[in-house]
């Protein structure tokens, strides 16, 4: 037999077969389309689709219910915070002193000392060892007495004022006078306690007693932010409650 007859003669080029297309391949050539951005993520949660779909759905008349009830309640809430009580303030002003140490200190270093002490004491009208005997002459409790006073510290100086809040003006100065004069006989107290030499000695003492009391009507600041803090707790309420019920089928789905 002849061998030419069984050579296999080639016409022209031979394309290679096609690869089957999968979806991975789709995958990549969507996510490397120029309108794709080249990036492809990870699809939403199935809830978070569900929840769009809630919110978006027939949104407008649920946009008037919650604008609405956002009205309102901005309304309300506003003039309720405007109508609060009135407070009352008084002030007791005091002043930390050691006349020997600072007439006979060579430099600032025991006026930096006395205002440090100014400061923890200061810090002692917020605890149970000032408040404690206050809240028991006034009928008080403790908490009450912290929460009415304010100690007044600032800059490096020897005062420090001591501010109370209350109800009736004449419970704020005589809050205010008590608990100046607690400090006044705690740092005694510790003076004979601790065996205090009487040239190392410092006194705590009311310079100028507790002022009449004043007056404090809530600001327009406080009732405005409340009123904005309703309104859009009014919406958000007033919005979702709409939407969800009036498609309510779709949560289902």
Do not use: C
């Given at each position: 037999?002849?061998?030419?007859?069984?050579?296999?003669?080639?016409?022209?080029?031979?394309?290679?077969?096609?690869?089957?297309?999968?979806?991975?391949?789709?995958?990549?050539?969507?996510?490397?389309?120029?309108?794709?951005?080249?990036?492809?993520?990870?699809?939403?949660?199935?809830?978070?689709?569900?929840?769009?779909?809630?919110?978006?759905?027939?949104?407008?008349?649920?946009?008037?219910?919650?604008?609405?009830?956002?009205?309102?309640?901005?309304?309300?809430?506003?003039?309720?915070?405007?109508?609060?009580?009135?407070?009352?303030?008084?002030?007791?002003?005091?002043?930390?002193?050691?006349?020997?140490?600072?007439?006979?200190?060579?430099?600032?270093?025991?006026?930096?000392?006395?205002?440090?002490?100014?400061?923890?004491?200061?810090?002692?009208?917020?605890?149970?060892?000032?408040?404690?005997?206050?809240?028991?002459?006034?009928?008080?409790?403790?908490?009450?007495?912290?929460?009415?006073?304010?100690?007044?510290?600032?800059?490096?100086?020897?005062?420090?004022?001591?501010?109370?809040t209350w109800r009736s003006p004449?419970?704020?100065?005589?809050?205010s006078s008590a608990v100046a004069?607690?400090?006044?006989?705690?740092?005694?107290?510790?003076?004979?306690?601790?065996?205090?030499?009487?040239?190392?000695?410092?006194?705590?003492?009311?310079?100028?007693?507790?002022?009449?009391?004043?007056?404090?009507?809530?600001?327009?600041?406080?009732?405005?932010?409340?009123?904005?803090?309703?309104?859009?707790?009014?919406?958000?309420?007033?919005?979702?409650?709409?939407?969800?019920?009036?498609?309510?089928?779709?949560?289902?789905?």
């Amino acid at each position: 037999m002849n061998e030419a007859n069984n050579a296999t003669v080639i016409v022209g080029p031979v394309s290679p077969p096609s690869a089957p297309v999968t979806k991975s391949t789709v995958t990549v050539r969507a996510a490397n389309h120029p309108r794709s951005g080249g990036l492809e993520g990870p699809p939403a949660p199935r809830w978070q689709l569900r929840l769009w779909r809630i919110v978006a759905t027939q949104a407008r008349f649920a946009l008037v219910v919650g604008a609405v009830v956002a009205v309102v309640a901005g309304v309300l809430g506003g003039l309720a915070a405007a109508s609060g009580a009135t407070r009352y303030s008084s002030t007791t002003l005091m002043m930390i002193d050691d006349p020997y140490q600072l007439a006979t200190a060579g430099d600032a270093g025991q006026l930096l000392k006395l205002e440090s002490l100014r400061v923890k004491y200061a810090g002692l009208i917020g605890t149970d060892v000032i408040a404690g005997p206050v809240a028991a002459e006034l009928g008080l409790t403790p908490q009450q007495v912290i929460g009415a006073v304010t100690p007044e510290v600032s800059g490096v100086t020897l005062l420090m004022g001591v501010q109370a809040t209350w109800r009736s003006p004449q419970m704020a100065q005589r809050l205010s006078s008590a608990v100046a004069d607690e400090v006044t006989s705690y740092v005694r107290a510790q003076d004979v306690a601790f065996r205090i030499p009487a040239a190392d000695r410092f006194t705590f003492d009311t310079v100028d007693p507790a002022t009449p009391a004043v007056a404090e009507q809530p600001s327009r600041y406080k009732a405005a932010t409340v009123g904005v803090g309703a309104a859009v707790i009014g919406f958000v309420l007033g919005f979702g409650v709409v939407q969800a019920v009036r498609n309510r089928r779709l949560s289902a789905a």
